[in-house]
């Protein structure tokens, strides 16, 4: 079941914030660290809104407390190499007929980035669409309050390949930490779309 109300955009902001940072992130950066402290709380689930508490609980276990050497291992195989991704995390790969990095929808994009005035902060030229990445970017224009702007981010650019990263993350990775963050990453930002596209 679908939880649908006015999201409060401080709150989705951090939501977003810190999805981003299991995304971009690898397990022992402080960033990475400060995610897996949040899911370890007792009642980290309480304090997500916008996502019903029957959808969030089969993550839960999921989430708390993965054994650390286990991550580890996800995140090289799934997000840094050698070899081939099993769900690379570039909305490009999944947008792109040719399948490749900076295709058109990587384009278009930039374009809407530079739009609205968004500037990526990285240290190397990484493509901007990828997930931890967008996934920043939304949470500066919920913090802002920019409702219609955020909702064209998750909504055209983001929402257009995410289920399929999802897909393809839970076929290479059977259960553990990243295929439950992307489920709660997927139900956050179609949540909060939904919400957004609800006539006041």
């Known amino acids: 079941m679908r939880c649908l109300m006015t999201p409060d955009f401080l709150i989705l902001s951090r939501q977003v914030n810190l999805l981003g940072c299991g995304f971009r992130f690898p397990p022992a950066s402080p960033e990475t660290e400060s995610v897996l402290a949040f ?3 007792p009642a ?3 304090s997500w809104p916008g996502v019903a508490a029957a959808d969030l609980a089969p993550l839960v276990p999921q989430l708390r407390s993965p054994d650390r050497g286990a991550i ?5 195989r799934l997000f840094a190499g050698p070899g081939a991704y099993p769900a690379p995390p570039w909305g490009s790969i999944y947008l792109d007929p040719d399948q490749v990095l900076r295709g058109g929808s990587t384009v278009a994009l930039s374009r809407f980035l530079q739009r609205e005035g968004l500037h990526l902060h990285t240290d190397s030229p990484e493509p901007p669409d990828h997930l931890g990445l967008m996934l920043f970017q939304a949470a500066v224009l919920a913090e802002e309050n920019r409702q219609a702007a955020l909702a064209e981010l998750l909504d ?3 929402l257009s390949w995410l289920p399929l990263f999802v897909r ?29 596209k609800k006539p006041a």
Do not use: D, I, K
């Open 39 to 41: 899911f370890a709380l």
């Open 72 to 76: 580890t291992m996800a995140w090289q």
């Open 168 to 196: 393809r993350l839970s076929q290479g990775e059977s259960g553990g930490f990243y295929p439950a963050l992307a489920e709660l990453t997927l139900m956050t930002v179609q949540n909060a779309v939904a919400a957004l």
């Open 44 to 46: 980290w689930a309480e």
């Open 156 to 158: 055209v650019h983001l």
